[in-house]
């Protein structure tokens, strides 16, 4: 039986992402859909946007996620050191500061920037995933320290970057480090006192996946006994990668809890044969026990380090005439997913960036992508450059989240336009030290505008490209869509843009003083809409720059492609906060 606190906080929380004002988890809502019915600004006054005010983090390594908003107070997180800052909205005073004291050694195994995506709140507690993978937990008043958790060993590679999700009485958390063969996880602490209150592993025996032969099914289909353990040579599953760095999302109705799971370890297929389940999986667990109802495998035997991580957007919408509740996906992979989140049938799987060579189509009996010979590493072998793969290892999109509004019953997305060049080697495990085996070089896909990215609004019912603006370099940043029929989303080179829902049509852009990885949210505060954006300018795309690398296949193949970006931006993480004249 739940405590009475503890059930009040669950009931505060899905009340609280009822009200439009606030903004109180990572993606707005349970959803994850980034939509605000906020209308104060809309298509016609966008244009008088201006700077409202600004706040410095004092950290330069690149700022993804986004700030909460509870109340009158703001909560803004940084990167490595994981600062967390407590700011009064009446008159922009700080109210308290977290600074962890971590170890800098973790640094070194965090595979592309010290990135945070963000913190969680519930019951007076706001959450906090460090770095170091210390899970913790601060007054909501005071930022004194309630209770902490260990969540992994930094020692073996193990990480974490990720928001946490708050779901009822637990916080739900992943972990990060395919590229030292930590073998992933999802783990559900006690918000109480953080203690376990269930653990789902992405590979191995069934009973450490939590998943149940007979009852746990895949396109349809139970799974079978030992599915996971069956599809890897010998013991690889232990260092198989998997991790699950991405975003969790959350249906109260069904109390199913959705995430992706990220590469198989190591980027070399010819070390892992078989399927590699189930990395690269959409997986929908239950929240109280975390027993999986159904799994999707998006790209069996990864062989471009597709990570399937990105957010899973869950919609109750007609499809084919028929309501429907559905989940949709836009995969590293370059196909965007269509499910249908009761009982994980595919319904649509099609390209979203034309680009996408790697494979022809997703076959929708088997749900296999269809891969062409001369873009497979896999089959031209290790030592072999496959040349032109597109997308390239950062995917189509990576983790800046999407966003979906029921005005159009469209999805915006922010999009990479990336294609590569991947040599895989042969590695040897050791713990601790990167577990990659694969070199990379990346540029903007052939025959395109010549940039690296787009934003794009996309059906989900179609699969269809509706409207597409293109970018020089990638757009990094999540996006958010308004009431009032406004799109934001920020770029590399630190704008933020707000663009038409309808036709994408330009409607106000502002040089924040960073590239822009975070993602945009908006409130109200005393009858004024604001919206909010961190500017930093890391994360893979800004690896180069934030980490000070300058060989063109350093940051996993990065920073040769977003080399310009230095002519754009420079390194500092800012927060600034937008509205309407007065």
């Known amino acids: ?64 996620g986004g700030p909460l908003v509870l109340g009158d107070t703001m909560y803004v997180h940084t990167p490595f050191p994981n600062k967390v800052f407590a700011i009064d909205l009446n008159n922009q005073t700080l109210l308290w500061e977290y600074e962890p004291k971590q170890d800098s050694s973790v640094i070194a195994v965090m595979c592309c920037d010290t990135v945070n995506r963000g913190l969680a709140y519930a019951d007076g507690k706001i959450f906090l995933q460090q770095a170091d993978t210390t899970l913790v937990a601060l007054d909501q008043k005071t930022g004194k320290v309630v209770w902490k958790v260990i969540n992994g060993d930094p020692k073996v590679g193990a990480t974490n970057t990720n928001a946490p ?55 349809l289909k139970p799974i079978g006994k030992s599915s996971s353990l069956d599809s890897w040579e010998g013991d690889q599953w232990k260092i198989g990668g998997g991790t699950t760095w991405g975003w969790f999302t959350y249906d109260p109705d069904l109390n199913l809890v959705y995430y992706g799971t990220g590469n198989p370890s190591t980027w070399n297929p010819s070390q ?10 959409i997986m929908a667990r239950d ?29 109750d919408k007609k499809f084919n005439g028929k309501d429907r509740k ?35 189509h997703v076959d929708m009996e088997t749900g296999v992508p269809q891969v062409v010979a001369k873009y497979s590493t896999a089959q031209n072998g290790e030592d072999v450059d496959t040349k032109g793969i597109c997308p390239a290892a950062l995917g189509s999109k990576d983790q800046q989240p999407a966003t979906y509004s029921p005005r159009t019953g469209l999805f915006y997305v922010p999009t990479n336009h990336v294609c590569m060049n991947y040599e895989p080697f042969e590695v040897s495990y050791t713990a601790g030290q990167p ?72 409607l106000y852009r502002f040089k924040t003083p960073s590239g822009i990885i975070g993602n945009v949210n908006t409130y109200m505060h005393d009858g004024k809409q604001y919206v909010a954006v961190l500017s930093g300018i890391g994360g893979w795309a800004g690896i180069g720059m934030a980490a000070g690398l300058e060989g063109d296949t350093d ?28």
């Open 435 to 506: 577990y990659v085996g694969a070199t990379l070089s990346m540029f903007p896909a052939p025959g395109s505008h010549g940039g690296l990215g787009n934003f794009i609004a996309w059906d989900a019912e179609k699969g269809e490209i509706v409207w597409s603006l293109p970018e020089p370099f990638s757009v990094w940043s999540g996006a958010l869509a308004t009431g009032g029929g406004v799109v934001f989303y920020g770029t590399l080179e630190g704008y933020l843009k707000a663009v038409d829902e309808k036709t994408g049509k330009e």
């Open 287 to 315: 929240a109280d026990t975390g027993m999986a109802k159904w799994l999707y495998q998006m790209t069996p035997h990864d062989e471009w380090d597709y990570d399937g991580i990105n957010e899973m957007i869950l919609v």
């Open 165 to 219: 999700l708050v779901v009822k009485d637990k916080i739900i958390t992943g972990i990060s480090g395919g590229e030292f063969g930590v073998r992933g996880y999802v783990t559900a602490y006690n918000i109480k006192d953080g203690s376990v209150a269930w653990r789902a592993y992405s590979t191995g025996p069934d009973d450490e996946m939590l998943v149940d032969p007979e009852k746990t099914t895949a396109m």
């Open 1 to 64: 039986m739940l405590s009475p606190t503890v059930a009040q906080a669950n009931d505060e929380l899905l009340e609280l992402q009822k009200d439009p004002n606030q903004w109180v988890m990572w993606g707005g809502n349970y959803d994850g859909t980034r939509y605000s019915p906020l209308d104060q600004i809309n298509a016609k006054n966008a244009k008088d946007l201006q700077v409202a005010w600004t706040f410095s983090t004092g950290v330069l390594r690149g700022h993804e």
């Open 555 to 582: 940051g996993l193949g990065a920073v040769g492609a977003y080399r310009k970006l230095s002519d754009y931006t420079q390194l500092g993480g800012v927060l600034t906060v937008f509205a309407l004249p007065n």
């Open 272 to 281: 892992r044969p078989g399927d590699n389940k189930y990395s690269m999986t």
């Open 326 to 360: 559905l989940l949709v996906h836009f995969d590293r992979n370059g196909f965007g997913y269509t499910l249908d989140r009761v009982t994980g049938e595919l319904l649509v799987a099609e390209k979203f960036d034309p680009a996408v060579n790697w494979a022809t």
